[in-house]
């Protein structure tokens, strides 16, 4: 299954507090929205990405609680980004200043922000440039690094602030760098 997106504007203009209401009345579907407000329903993956999803969201937490320095959101959390589109990342990472800094009520819906560092992990039935395109939107609003990992093509590419796309073919390890010092993402479960 792929990712099918519906063209609501202008005919219907969902305003933030609808689009999550939409989310939290249908639970079992997971929404996405773009800035020209295109609402984007995502399929549920299958077993090996699940699989995959899970070991990367086990990898980034396990690093989190030594570090502690920030909070690790799964693929299940919608952030409002500041183009105004909803987006959730399979994985995710914001510091834990820019957390703390939030109200309660920005944190128990969408959070306002972009994260510092994302995760896309491409299924076996995801199209790549959306993704890519997606990527690009993340780097494009602040978040500072952006991993989007390919095992069909045993590809990486990292996506950075002010620089080119880095690919990588076949890696074994990936680096935090300074955004997650110390973080070093294990991909041999992955890839």
């Known amino acids: 299954m792929t990712a099918i997106t519906l063209n609501l504007e202008p005919a219907i203009h969902l305003t933030d507090e609808q689009f999550y209401q939409l989310c939290q009345a249908n639970r079992d579907v997971r929404f996405e929205r773009t800035a020209e407000g295109e609402l984007i329903v995502m399929p549920p993956t299958g077993g090996e990405t699940g699989d995959r999803n899970s070991e990367m969201n086990f990898q980034l937490r396990a690093w989190n609680k030594q570090s502690r320095l920030g909070k690790v959101f799964d693929s299940s959390t919608g952030f409002k980004l500041p183009n105004g589109a909803d987006r959730s990342p399979d994985a ?31 299924s076996a039935t995801d199209e790549l440039k959306p993704l890519q395109a997606k990527m690009q939107e993340y780097r494009d609003r602040g978040v500072r690094l952006g991993w989007l990992l390919d095992p069909q093509r045993r590809i990486v590419e990292i996506y950075r602030i002010g620089t080119d796309v880095e690919v990588i073919q076949s890696p074994t390890t990936l680096s935090g760098e300074d955004v997650l010092p110390g973080f070093v993402m294990d991909l041999s479960e992955i890839f």
Do not use: G
Not at 96 to 116: G, H, I, S
């Open 92 to 122: 995710a990472w914001v510091r834990l200043e820019r957390w703390e800094a939030l109200t309660p009520e920005q944190r128990q819906k969408f959070p306002p922000l972009a994260p510092d560092f994302v995760i896309e992990l491409r």
